[in-house]
Nanobody
Framework: QVQLVESGGGWVQAGGSLRLSCAAS????????LAWFRQAPGKQRELVAT???????NYADSVKGRFTISRDNAKNTVYLQMNSLKSEDTAVYYC????????WGQGTQVTVSS
């Protein structure tokens, strides 16, 4: 049974930082390409960052240079370090396979106040 549990969200002022974590179970984590997504109120879910099984990463233009995705295969956990946060980063953040094929977790709310 696949389970994705996101954590680390919260309230932060613009310019601040947060580190999100996603603990995965029920998947072959070390060979899985993973991603962080986000969904703001009234908007569709969007892809934020991806990381391959070998650790190669890609980012949406809106977060490039500010966010860093990483993974720890020993802990079956993927991270998203978010720096220089902006109000437009406010959203619920989710992790999943790049294709979004796993059941979605509950996400973690990030609120950036300007």
């Amino acid at each position: 049974q696949v389970q994705l549990v996101e954590s680390g969200g919260g309230w932060v002022q613009a310019g601040g930082s947060l580190r999100l974590s996603c603990a995965a179970s029920g998947i072959r984590f070390s060979i899985s390409a993973l991603a962080w997504f986000r969904q703001a109120p009234g908007k569709q879910r969007e892809l934020v960052a991806t990381i391959s099984s070998r650790g190669l990463s890609n980012y949406a233009d809106s977060v490039k240079g500010r966010f860093t995705i990483s993974r720890d295969n020993a802990k079956n956990t993927v991270y998203l370090q978010m720096n220089s946060l902006k109000s437009e980063d406010t959203a619920v953040y989710y992790c999943n396979a790049i294709s979004g094929t796993y059941p979605w977790g509950q996400g973690t709310q990030v609120t950036v106040s300007s």
